[in-house]
Structures are given as C-alpha cells and as structure tokens.
C-alpha cells in the first residue's frame, strides 16, 4: 500500500516536512479553499501539486472535490455543477493526479458530539453521542418535526442532558456539529441549517440515491475517459442525522450503486472508521467484496459503546479487525499485480488520531493532529509489513 497522508494545505499546522518525517511518500488534499461548484483551474491545481513536490511528496489522492448541494438535490442547477465537477476532474487528471475521493452527505460533512474525548491513557479522541445530538437537534436548534423522529427514551434523556448543560457547554455542541469541520462543505448558522436540512424535505433515501445515480452514469464514463477513478466515501456517521436520506452506510448501498453504475472508475474509499460505527456493517466482509472498487482506505477504529455512541480508538483496537483488513487490501493488490492493473497499488492514510503529547495545547485540524497520526501510521506500517512477511513464507 502507498502510505499517505492528508494535508489541508499552507494553512495546516502539520507541515509537508512533518508528513516526510512521519514516513509517508503521498499527499492526500484539495484546493481546500474553493467553493463547491468552482471549477479547479490546471494553473492552480499544478502549482499545488509542485509545492507538494519540492516538499519530496507526491500528490497522490484528492480529498475532495465537493459535490454542490444541486447535485444531491437534483434541482435544475444540478447539470451545470456536474459539467463543473467533471471539468476539475479532468483537470486533475491531466496533472497526473487520478483518484478523487468524493461524499454524497447532504447539508453536513463528518460528524461529531465531542472533539476532546478523554481516552483510558490519556489522550482526547473524537466520539459521537446520539443522546447529545438529539439534544442538539430537539432543544436547540429545535428543527421542525425533530421531536417525531427519536424513541421516547432517547427523547427524555436528551432533554435531561440539555437541563444539566450551562450556557457554553450548548454553544460548544452547537460548534462541535456544525461550525464547519474539515472537509466540510458548509459552515451553518442555527437558521441556516435549518433552511439547508428543509430543502430536502421529501427527498428520501430513494430520491438522493437517483440522484447519486444521476450524477456517477455522467461521471463514471468521464472518469474511463480522462484515466481517473472516483471513489465514494460511506456517510459518517452511516446513519440519519437530522432526519437526513443517508445513501451510502452499508455493504447493500454500496452494491446498488455499482449495479446501476458498473463501471470499474466508480470506486469506493473504504473508510474503516465510518463503516465501523454501524455495528450491522462487517468491515473485512465489505472489503472483500468490493476489493477490485478499492480505490483508496481509510484506516481508524472506532468502539461502539453499549448506549450506541462511539469513540475514535487506537488504530488497532477497536470492533474492526485492522490486521484482516489489510490482509484483505494486500491480497487485492497481488491480484492487481498479477492482472497487469495499472492501480495496483491502493493508497491508504491514517485517518484521524488521538491528541497526544504536546500536541493537545496546540492548534490542530480536529482529528488531524500529527503526533496522533504519526502513532497510528506506525502501527498500520507494522501490520502491512507483518502480513507481508508471513505471506511469503
């Protein structure tokens, strides 16, 4: 596997130098500050890719091109934002850089009740907490028909942890859900994302998926021609928020969208961490099957708490067996090697990462720190070359 890493940029804390010294010879990023819809330029795209370069790396895999809500929405605007995204996607392309990694969530990117979890060694990790969301979503954003979606047990207890809440601690929720994570494609107010969650309203879990359809039987055959692959990230978490369609949270979602788009450019980026978070969802299972569409991993851990909510682990510990799972992605790639296929090799990255160290007084993309990372790329590196070895015996 080629071992990367992601980058947000000049911006970002973590440096090209810091990624070197960590060990991996890939780059994983994006143009992070154009909006969804703008069309990447070939001028700005190659002189990212140069300084990335001169750094000693190479920019391996974009993380991502954003999908503008029209697209997911399927309203009239939707053709001219997928000619737009198609159009970043050849540009990409011919720069040498072919595997996009893309999310098909509406109104919110990644999600989390927590981003300074304590974990049992000391270090703070990220965790989603249902019954902190639903406090989020019934008493303070008060999102209309929110109170008609959650079990009565989950309601009740919700608006007990409201009640024990102070005034900071409901606005460090409110920022934690919406105020624009990386990778993100919206920043929200309290009015504006109740606007965004209602213009899907009727929408459902069939309507998005027609119009993930919609969008991937024009990409997918603009991929085979430009040489790119596209690979679609599993919703995170891999259930409904905000009464929101959810598309892309299990093996079963994953097959009907390569039924109806078969083409081999139309890939997934199997996100460990994610698929993980659904305790229905076996990991190693949905690597296996869709191996030959593995055009990119993520590789976390999470463990789910018997109350449903779930916390960033180790990379290695955790409900996902780490060293099945990158058995599964080496054995894919010896079959690549002995096919012939050009996409041999699967970039991976360590995604996410405990605060550790120093780095918990620091500034830090949350769950993009270095030294959390770092830690996890070694012990992935570790079981690759373990795995590596014993095959050969």
């Known amino acids: 596997m080629l071992e990367t890493w992601r980058w947000f940029g000049p911006d970002d804390p973590v440096t090209c130098s810091h990624i070197r010294q960590a060990g991996a010879d890939g780059v994983v990023t994006a143009l992070h500050d154009m909006a969804p819809g703008e069309v990447w330029h070939p001028a700005d795209i190659v002189a990212r890719k140069a300084a990335i370069e001169d750094a000693g790396l190479v920019w391996s895999v974009v993380e991502s091109i954003p999908v503008h809500p029209a697209i997911k929405l399927g309203d009239d605007r939707a053709q001219l934002y997928i000619d737009a995204w198609i159009e970043t996607m050849r540009n990409l392309a011919a720069a040498g ?66 009640a024990s809440m102070n005034e900071d601690g409901r606005q460090r929720l409110e920022s934690t859900i919406i105020a624009g994570l990386p990778g993100s494609d919206l920043s929200h107010g309290r009015e504006d994302i109740r606007a965004a969650i209602a213009e899907y309203d009727g929408l459902g879990a069939a309507g998005l998926r027609a119009n993930l359809i919609a969008f991937l039987e024009q990409v997918a055959p603009a991929a085979e021609a430009c040489g790119a692959r596209v690979c679609l990230h599993p919703d995170d978490p891999p259930f409904s928020i905000f009464g929101l369609p959810r598309v892309v949270s299990t093996g079963a979602d994953y097959g009907a969208v390569f039924e109806a788009v078969p083409s081999l450019a139309n890939g997934i980026t199997l996100c460990a961490g994610s698929m993980g978070s659904r305790p229905d969802n076996d990991v190693v299972d949905i690597a296996g099957t869709f191996a030959p569409r593995i055009h990119f991993a993520h590789l976390r851990n999470v463990t789910i708490e018997p109350s449903g909510a779930f916390f960033e682990d180790d990379h290695l510990e955790g409900g996902v067996d780490m060293v099945a799972l990158i058995s ?41 720190s270095a030294i959390g990372r770092l830690k996890g790329l070694a012990e992935l590196r570790g079981v690759a070359r373990a795995v590596s070895s014993l095959s050969a015996m």
């Open 97 to 162: 850089i072919s595997v996009i990694c893309y999310n098909f969530m509406p109104v919110v990117d990644w999600t989390r009740t927590e981003l300074r979890h304590p974990t049992h060694r000391g270090g703070l990790a990220l965790r989603f907490d249902p019954v902190e969301f639903a406090a989020y979503d019934l008493f303070i954003l008060r999102r209309a028909g929110a109170e008609t979606e959650y079990a009565d047990d989950i309601t009740a207890a919700a608006e007990a942890r409201f």
């Open 328 to 368: 599964v992605l080496l054995k894919e790639e010896a079959r690549r090697r002995a096919e012939g296929r050009a996409d041999r090799v699967i970039p991976m990255r360590p995604d996410h990462g405990h605060l550790l160290l120093d780095d918990i007084g620091k500034q830090t993309n949350p769950g993009y």
